[in-house]
């Protein structure tokens, strides 16, 4: 979908961006906060469908999150990381 001065919508983008991460997952070094925000909201989306508990979650997050490091998560949207703070907690996962 292209917007009236021929370049894509902001919202084609977006939609690229979740393909290629739900196969390449997101380098945190390259990314923009924004994108970094908008990785970590759409696995919060995934785990919450998915419906996965206890090691499976947690092997998922560590896959999802592999090259994270912790500055990564301080620096992201709060409301974010307290939210999947809480998913993981109430799925099984012991985390700090």
Do not use: C
Not at 8 to 34: N, V
């Amino acid at each position: 979908m292209a917007s009236n001065n021929g370049e894509p919508s902001a919202q084609r983008s977006i939609e690229e961006l979740e393909e290629g991460w739900e196969s390449e997952g997101l380098d945190p070094t390259q990314a923009t906060k924004q994108h970094r925000d908008l990785y970590l909201k759409m696995r919060l989306r995934k785990y919450d469908k998915s419906n996965l508990q206890d090691l499976d979650l947690w092997d998922q997050y560590r896959e999802d999150f592999a090259s994270w490091t912790s500055r990564h998560f301080q620096t992201a949207n709060n409301r974010h990381t307290r939210s999947l703070r809480i998913l993981l907690r109430s799925h099984g996962v012991l985390v700090g």
